[in-house]
């Protein structure tokens, strides 16, 4: 395994719309573990192909598992989310803004409204059709993530944006 580098603005692939994920072989396997390594050692809760400059839709998603986040969103703490073609396909009326900072814009977080709770159906890593619900912070990382395939960001949507050292560091804020 290795780990890769993340991309910021300046390279265009973050800016691409990523095409669609067909092989889920050998090659789709290690990039899913480097990835995976990526982002433990970004300490990130999610990571998209192009952030590493794989303009491919692929998503990993993996909430804390410290004892604070296990006892507030149980059984998805630390659970790896490796999703290929991701897809929202219904998401709830209301929204919820939150905090969120990417790993390809280091110390800019912003405020950002998310639906509050979505559907996704895409495939798994090898390449079976999967289907997630997600809420609350779960939710919110899934859409961060999906996002980034249409070479969006957040500070294109966010209220407003502002760097970390100009406020108080932000505890459940998202760095993915
Ligand atoms: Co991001």
């Not at 999906?146 to 209220?159: N, R, S, V």
């Amino acid at each position: 395994m290795a780990i890769l580098e993340i991309i910021q603005p300046d390279n265009p692939i973050l800016r691409k719309k990523a095409v669609r994920v067909t092989d889920f072989g050998d090659k789709l396997q290690a990039l899913i573990d480097d990835m995976y390594e990526t982002m433990l050692s970004a300490e990130g809760v999610g990571l998209a192909a192009p952030q590493i400059a794989e303009s491919r839709r692929l998503i990993l998603v993996r909430l804390p598992d410290d004892e604070d986040s296990q006892e507030e969103y149980g059984e998805e703490a630390g659970k790896l989310y490796v999703i290929a073609n991701p897809k929202i396909i219904k998401n709830s009326h209301s929204t919820v803004s939150g905090v969120e900072g990417c790993l390809s814009l280091p110390g800019l977080f912003g405020e950002v409204e998310r639906f509050e709770s979505i559907v996704i159906t895409g495939q798994d890593r090898q390449g079976n059709a999967t289907r997630i619900k997600a809420k609350g912070w779960l939710a919110r990382v899934f859409q961060h993530e999906i996002d980034h395939l249409d070479g969006k960001l957040f500070i294109d949507i966010a209220e407003k944006v502002w760097h970390a050292d100009d406020e108080e560091e932000f505890e459940d804020s998202v760095e993915s």
